[in-house]
Structure formats: structure tokens, C-alpha cells
């Protein structure tokens, strides 16, 4: 899918639309993990606030849509050689290794893109500084080296540390989590809609295609949750320098369940994209499968 220049391009846009569809509920999300108990939406911010920190996203789309699916793609081929069909459970773990593989590449380019997201959907409307400037302000040196670590030489621009351990942690197992148990699911809605004459699995239904992508959001972000809401807080401004100090401080606020707060925000966006996201997936691979043939 990734080396295909329909599939990159019809996943760029579909990505766009998604974005701009759902970024309001990623700014009022931002603001709850970042613990801002003050805050009255568009009433105090404008309402374009609302999707403030929208462009570096966009920017990035087409690139982690690549290298994710591009990750299940191999896993699928991969089990499928290991398998020969038999869609045992040990066929799984090369779904779940090629989803795992895909989250840490694009860890290292998604770290930065969120740094910038946060910091402009977090900044008051008078002080919101340009996607440009504060790029360039987050790459100046701080004297410090990779959060987590004592080391300072070689320095790194908190651009391309701060929060990268915590967005690791979001990205790598959960996007394992995510892949697999979108085939899982895939793969008992197909076995329940076959009959003793097929030969095939059919063709799943939209509706049992949505099922499957919703659930894999589902399963994915109770995983991953706990990081996202611990990157937010280590790339705010003024953030703690470490992954440690964050879960210390946000423990302290109210336990295991401050880790999932706004847990149901993230669902409301992430459930949707991820449904109508596999969706168009299937489609376009059943599209250019046609052509080949």
C-alpha cells in the first residue's frame, strides 16, 4: 500500500478529512491531559482554537500512514506463509511484530509533529506563536540530553526528545494490539458469515468492516492510553523532563484512573478514524487487486 501512489494519496486525503473532522475533540482532549481545569472552550480561546495545531499533523500524514500499513502489510504476508491458512493464533505474532515495527518507526517523526501540536493547542490566544516559529524555537539546544538519561553531550534540541520515550511507549506494543486485533476480529466475523459451500471467507459487509476497525481502536488505545496522556504532560510547557516524574505526578492526582483521563475523548475520535480508516484500507487494496488482474 505504502509503495503505491493511489493508496499514498488516497490515504493522505482521507487522513486530511479525518483530522479536520475530529481535531476539535483532540484540542479539548490536550487540554485535560495537560491537567487545565480552566478551561471554557471556544468561548475563551475562539473557536479556529479549536483546530490550532492541525498543520504539523497534516503535514505528517501521508508518511505514518506508510509506514504503519506498510508494517501490517508484511505482518499479513508473513502469517500467511506461517500459517498456510490454518488462522491458528501463533499466525497472529507477525501481524502483531509488523504493527509493533511500523509504531516505532514513525515514533521518531509523530515525537516532534505532537511536541508542536501540543505546545500550540496549549498556549493562550494572545500568545499562540506561528507553526514555524515555534519549530525553530524547539530546536535550539536546552543543555540537556535525552530525557530519562543523566547525559548531556551529545545536547539534543527538546524537538527531537522531549516526549519521545512516552510517544515509544504509546506507539510501539499498542499499534501491535491495534493491527491484531483488527484481524482477529476480521477473521471470527469472516468464519461466522461462512457457510459449508464456500470455498473462501466472503466478503465481510461494511458494517462488520466498521465492527472490526472500531474494536481494534478500542483494544489498541486501553493500551496505549496511559503514555499518550504521560506525553502530553512531559510536552507542555514547563512539562517534567522525565517519563518517570510525569506518571509520579499524575498518580498523585487520583491513582490508576488519572492515567485514562479523557480516556472517552480519545474513543470518540480514535474509534471512527480507525473504523472508516481500515475501511477505505480494504477498499483500495480490493481496487488495485482488480487492476492487476
Known sequence: ????????VAGWASGVVGLLVTQP??????????????????QRHGIWAMWRGVTPLVATVPINNAMLM????????????????????????PIFLGGCAGGFVQSFL??????????????ARAEAPSTAALTL??????GRGIEGTAAVSPVVPPL?????????????????????SYEWSKRILEQRATTDTDIEPPQLSIMAQ????????????????????????????????SLSVAARRVYAEGGIAALYNGLTLKLLRAIPQSAVGFLAYEEAMRQLAQRRT
Open 1 to 8: 500500500m505504502a509503495e503505491n501512489a493511489d493508496d499514498f
Open 25 to 42: 475533540i483532540d484540542y479539548v482532549l490536550t487540554r485535560l491531559q495537560s491537567g487545565d481545569a480552566t478551561f471554557a472552550g471556544p
Open 70 to 93: 506498510y508494517g501490517y502489510g508484511v505482518g499479513k504476508s508473513w502469517a500467511s506463509r506461517e500459517s498456510a491458512g490454518s488462522g491458528g493464533i501463533n499466525s497472529m505474532w
Open 110 to 123: 509523530q515525537s516532534p509533529v505532537e511536541l508542536v501540536k501540543v505546545r500550540l493547542q496549549l498556549a
Open 137 to 142: 524555537s524547539l530546536l535550539r539546544p536546552t
Open 160 to 180: 527531537l526528545s522531549k516526549g519521545l520515550l512516552a510517544t515509544l511507549l504509546r506507539d510501539v506494543v499498542p499499534h501491535g494490539v491495534w493491527f491484531t
Open 210 to 241: 466498521l465492527s472490526a476497525g472500531s474494536f481494534a481502536a478500542f483494544a489498541a488505545w486501553i493500551v496505549g492510553y496511559p503514555a499518550d496522556l504521560l506525553k502530553t504532560r512531559c510536552q507542555m510547557e514547563g512539562g517534567p523532563a
